[in-house]
């Protein structure tokens, strides 16, 4: 699986503007082979700035299969007025970090207490 990210530097004061086609324009994504899913959040900081995150099951399909179809060409054209300089695209890989078994032990940890804790003092506060 492929995670793509691009911080995207949108000119000012056209952000809603922006939002109204980047929802029309990117349902060409929904029918790209390998396209997972993708997001768009908006920066806190600075409200001009937005990363877009897109998952593909390869990188053959974001950099051959999205940009050499039509529709790549759409999506450019629509977006690419808004944008104040070209953005910032990196592609990321998947690093386990820990087995779901491990994070689900570690969750079990965490909401049931172990034998031998002050579970009479939580039931107590619990009643009340």
Not at 10 to 28: D, H, M, Q
């Amino acid at each position: 699986m492929i995670l793509e990210s691009a911080i995207l530097y949108i000119k000012p004061g056209l952000a809603s503007e922006f939002e109204s086609v980047f929802r029309e324009v990117s349902g060409v994504l929904l029918t790209k082979k390998g396209y997972v899913s993708h997001e768009l959040h908006k920066c806190v900081e600075n409200r001009d700035e937005y990363i877009f995150l897109v998952r593909w099951s390869g990188i053959k399909d974001r950099l051959i299969g999205f940009r050499g179809h039509p529709d790549y060409k759409l999506w450019t054209a629509s977006l690419e007025p808004f944008y104040a300089r070209p953005p910032e695209v990196r592609h990321y890989i998947d690093i386990r970090i820990d087995s779901r078994e491990q994070a689900e032990a570690e969750l079990t940890k965490l909401l049931i207490p172990e034998s031998g804790t002050d579970s009479a003092s939580h039931e107590e506060r619990t009643a009340e």
